[in-house]
């Protein structure tokens, strides 16, 4: 390749969009955030957005794809969930017939089914990366525990089994870097907090960041859903989410790595950290 061709890829690479599925959801809008910090271009795709998209509707791909140098693939509602294979399968297939240069797939860890999809996905570009994630802390601030914590009470289908949760803003920082750099193309990039903690634990670091009492309380998988369905959670949303506990929280994924501060060159976010700038935020502020 000569300098000249080189530099017009480069250039090419820059200034064309980057395909954020999910864009508005809690890693996408965050790395859309961070492409924008860096004068990229995100391509926000969902089933509201400009490119509007549907994971179960293959109408609005090819228009989401059209003229993207990398996408990232934020699959909803699970990668675990039956049938979640076959649409990353077409999906980046399609997204290599485009011309996509690189793809950066997010997924869970102790998942088989996800496992499957990643496979797919690593086989479908040599430029695939994986960023492979423990549980989300923010699922404590911007997600199905939110309430609980509000609430005082953090009822759950688990008891004393061990998670190291991981920050999405280090996620997030992971997967911009994977969008745009080649760095890490062809790998799993497994991504954890820097320490695993029970939910008994993590109510002791709430209640200290919070200034409230809050407790763990263990719950079986069917009471589980019936308080998340009660509260306004969509019952399937709720039921795969009963499912990923008893699938994922058994011990299997209590080991941490060290693949944030490998990646990124600085150590990743501990949940006390998390919790005092999500108060600070006011994320766990009650209404007058």
């Keep these: 390749m000569t300098t000249s061709e080189s530099t017009a890829r480069t250039t090419t690479t820059i200034t064309a969009p980057i395909l954020v599925t999910g864009g508005t959801g809690r890693t996408g ?28 509707d293959d109408a609005g791909w090819d228009a989401a794809l059209d003229g993207t140098s990398a996408v ?13 294979d076959a649409v990353i399968d077409a999906f980046t ?31 479908a570009s040599a430029a695939t990366t994986v960023v492979r994630c423990s549980w989300f802390q923010e699922n404590f601030s911007e997600h199905f525990l939110l309430g609980g914590v509000l609430d005082g009470r953090i009822a759950v289908p688990a008891d004393q089994v061990r998670e190291p949760f991981v920050s999405l803003e280090d996620v997030a920082d992971v997967a911009t870097l994977a969008l745009t750099s080649d760095t890490h193309a062809g790998e799993v990039l497994e991504l954890t907090g820097p320490e695993a903690l029970t939910f008994t634990e993590v109510a002791r670091v709430l209640s200290a960041a919070t200034g ?45 790595t060290d693949t944030v501060e490998r990646v990124l060159g600085r150590p990743a976010t501990p949940f006390d950290a998390f919790a005092r700038r999500a108060a600070a935020s006011g994320a766990w502020t009650l209404p007058a």
Excluded: K, M
């Design 72 to 84: 990232y693939v934020c699959y909803s509602p699970d990668l675990a969930l039956p049938g979640a």
């Design 93 to 123: 297939a399609r997204a290599v017939r485009h011309g996509v240069e690189r793809i950066v797939l997010l997924s869970g860890r102790g998942e088989d089914g996800a496992r499957a999809c990643e496979d797919l996905a690593l086989a």
């Design 212 to 256: 409230r009492t809050v407790q763990h309380v263990p719950l079986t998988p069917a009471d589980f859903v019936a308080e998340l369905t009660a509260a306004g959670v969509h019952p399937e949303e709720a039921e795969g989410l009963a499912w990923l506990f008893q699938e994922v929280l058994d011990g299997r994924n209590t080991a941490t």
């Design 29 to 56: 809008r965050r790395v859309a955030d961070r492409l924008r910090a860096q004068g990229r271009q995100p391509r926000i795709a969902s089933r509201s957005g400009a490119a509007p998209f549907d994971w179960h």
